[in-house]
Antibody
Framework: QLQLQESGPGLVKPSETLSLTCTVS??????????WGWIRQPPRKGLEWIGN???????YYNPSLKSRVTISVDTSKNQFSLKLSSVTAADTAVYYC????????????????WGQGTPVTVSS | DIQLTQSPSTLSASVGERVTITCRAS??????LAWYQQKPGKAPKLLIY???SLESGVPSRFSGSGSGTEFTLTISSLQPDDFATYYC??????????FGQGTKLEIK
């Protein structure tokens, strides 16, 4: 059974870099047709797609965050990670990792399975 | 950018009622739309993909319809477990996806 588990600091100082890791169990992160990525949800707000990665290392990011986001993968550990630089209070949110299903006819994804989410607060 | 607008933002209904939530896209997205259910403190759960395909394990009282710019999620007979927030998500944009603002379904 697939499980995704986010981990990382729950508190990050303004201007620093937020770093989170998602550990995948129950399926190989190298499976074809699946991408692995991140979504966030500020308090009492909706969902925002951050970006994703294929096991080969190809990455795709939300243009609104692209300049500050890096997603990487470690297939040996069955993990992928998120780094978000120069954070501000606006980056305070619950961060979810999720398995993305690739739809070749639209060249985009929907989100198959989600981790439980991890809250991150940006504050000094 | 494709904008998704859900209506209503909040919906009050009773157990056993039939309810419909609408998602409108700012441009044609064919059938590339998914629906998710989110309960407080939990991750979203995929209900519907490709506008009308029911995800495995999702009760048949949930159904989706529409294409182009207007889509609906219908719950045929509300159950106590269905009170949650529902989001639509488009996956028509090249290498990008985005969500509606959500519809909160409350108990009347």
């Amino acid at each position: 059974q697939l499980q995704l588990q986010e981990s990382g600091p729950g508190l990050v100082k303004p201007s620093e870099t937020l770093s989170l890791t998602c550990t995948v169990s129950g399926v190989s992160i190298s499976s074809s047709n699946y991408y692995w990525g991140w979504i966030r949800q500020p308090p009492r707000k909706g969902l925002e797609w951050i970006g994703n990665i294929y096991f080969s290392g190809s990455t795709y990011y939300n243009p609104s965050l692209k300049s500050r986001v890096t997603i990487s993968v470690d297939t040996s550990k069955n993990q992928f990670s998120l780094k978000l630089s120069s954070v501000t209070a606006a980056d305070t949110a619950v961060y979810y990792c999720a398995r993305h299903f690739w739809e070749p006819y639209s060249s985009s994804w929907y989100l198959f399975d989600w981790g439980q989410g991890t809250p991150v607060t940006v504050s000094s | 950018d494709i904008q998704l607008t859900q209506s209503p933002s909040t919906l009050s209904a009773s157990v056993g009622e039939r309810v419909t939530i609408t998602c409108r896209a700012s441009q044609n997205i064919s059938s590339w739309l998914a629906w998710y259910q989110q309960k407080p403190g939990k991750a979203p759960k995929l209900l519907i993909y490709k506008a009308s395909s029911l995800e495995s394990g999702v009760p048949s009282r949930f159904s989706g319809s529409g294409s182009g710019t207007e889509f609906t999620l219908t719950i045929s007979s509300l159950q106590p477990d269905d009170f949650a927030t529902y989001y639509c998500q488009q996956y028509n944009s090249y290498l990008m996806c985005s969500f509606g603002q959500g519809t909160k379904l409350e108990i009347k």
